[in-house]
């Protein structure tokens, strides 16, 4: 997607060394771009726990990459299976919910004991690397494709009035590898002339609404309003909001959806005021193995810090501010999950359904 006027993808190999991995490193958005330079697994899982890179769909492409540098090194040990499986336990273990992560390890390893020997598996890891993020791009461009006669459908009924979108974190093009998963529908729409509005979520702590989304929609040109989490419920009640889109970091075999601490509140409001709400998701982002999402998702909990302090520009300078008092406890839960019972549909990179189990398997026959 367009940073001032060149095309970016958040994650490729440098050109005149490809054993070494570039990303956008969006701990410093929307105050300064600057790329970061991975050079060893090790790194590579400071940036996903650290959170350099983010989303879900870009953490499993992520992950992918420093499995390929986990390949290199394991090649230049005595024993290559160890240090390969050390590498996979190390990048699964950076964070828990998002299930892109693990599917992307497995994916390598699996790729990687299809050769026998190190030179195979190393041309083997590379390409699979680079498959993940382009299809993670592909995947990524359909849902846009498909969620795009959700909004024509709106815009049409308002007789081509503008559509207002609301979502909650973000799962733009920097959550992936492109385009993003719930923005993908909106920057169809926009390229066809359809006249949008998206309300964006700061998403308190770490405010990735407020810091990404909008910075996003912003070089796209995409109209858009920042809002305080707590204001989805009034604008809907006053009809200002037609149709919510978020992404999601894990969703079950029926349907239920973990996205980020506060979706589930948004869920809520819209269905008391019978607003779509939509959920938009790669396949590579269900967890066929589970259903209950309550029960069975693990919610990531990060550091209180990031409640009790803020980070922004202040004087031309970043600074981090504390907001609380200093003794206080705070406790920061990352995510919650959306049964599917309040989800209208999820929009993926095979089609549009309800979110149940027999629809989901309908698109995906091969998880029945
Ligand atoms: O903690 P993050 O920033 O990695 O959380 C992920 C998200 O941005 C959201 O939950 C998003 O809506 C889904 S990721 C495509």
Redesign the pocket.
């Known amino acids: 997607m367009k940073v001032g006027e060149k095309n970016y993808r958040t994650i490729w190999l440098k050109e005149e060394e490809p054993k070494v991995i570039c990303i956008i490193d969006q701990r410093h958005l929307p105050h300064h771009f600057i790329i970061e330079e991975l050079h060893t697994t090790n790194e590579v899982a400071v940036a996903i726990s650290d959170?350099h890179i983010?989303?879900?769909?870009l953490?499993g492409a992520t992950a992918a990459y420093g499995m390929y540098l986990a390949t290199i090194e394991a090649s230049e040990k005595k024993s290559f299976e160890e240090h390969l499986q050390q590498s996979a336990k190390l990048l699964k273990s950076t964070r828990p919910t998002?299930v892109n992560l693990e599917w992307a390890v497995n994916r390598m390893l699996d790729a990687i004991s299809t050769v026998q020997f190190v030179d195979e598996k190393l041309i083997i890891a590379k390409k699979t690397a680079l498959f993940i993020a382009d299809e993670d791009a592909n995947h990524c461009k359909n849902i846009g494709l498909n969620g795009l006669s959700i909004i024509e459908e709106i815009s049409k009924k308002k007789n081509g009035e503008i559509v207002n979108i609301l979502t909650?974190?973000?799962?733009g093009w920097l959550?992936?590898v492109d385009h993003g998963?719930?923005t993908a529908p909106i920057y169809e729409a926009f390229a066809r002339g359809i006249k949008i509005h998206v309300w964006v979520d700061e998403t308190r702590p770490?405010n990735?609404g407020a810091s990404l989304t909008a910075w996003e929609l912003l070089n796209q040109g995409v109209p858009h309003t920042i809002i305080a989490d707590n204001t989805g419920g009034h604008l809907m009640q006053h009809g200002m909001v037609d149709m919510v889109i978020?992404?999601?970091?894990r969703v079950t075999r029926i349907g239920d959806a973990a996205?980020?601490i506060g979706t589930y509140l948004k869920a809520l409001a819209a269905k008391d005021n019978q607003i779509p709400f939509y959920v938009a998701l790669p396949s590579s982002t269900f967890d066929w193995k589970i259903s209950d999402g309550i029960k069975q998702i693990q919610i990531e909990e990060r550091n209180s810090d990031e409640v009790k302090y803020m980070t922004g520009l202040c004087d031309g300078e970043i600074k981090k501010i504390l907001v609380t008092p200093e003794k206080s406890n705070a406790a920061n839960y990352?995510?919650d999950v959306t049964p599917a019972r309040l989800i209208t549909g999820l929009i993926t990179e095979r089609g549009v359904c309800k979110a149940n189990e027999k629809e989901i398997l309908n698109l995906f026959p091969e998880q029945k």
């Not at 983010?54 to 769909?57: F, K, L, N, V």
């Open positions: 959170m983010r989303g879900a769909g953490i998002a909650h974190c973000n799962a959550a992936f998963s719930a770490r990735q978020t992404g999601a970091d996205n980020k990352g995510f």
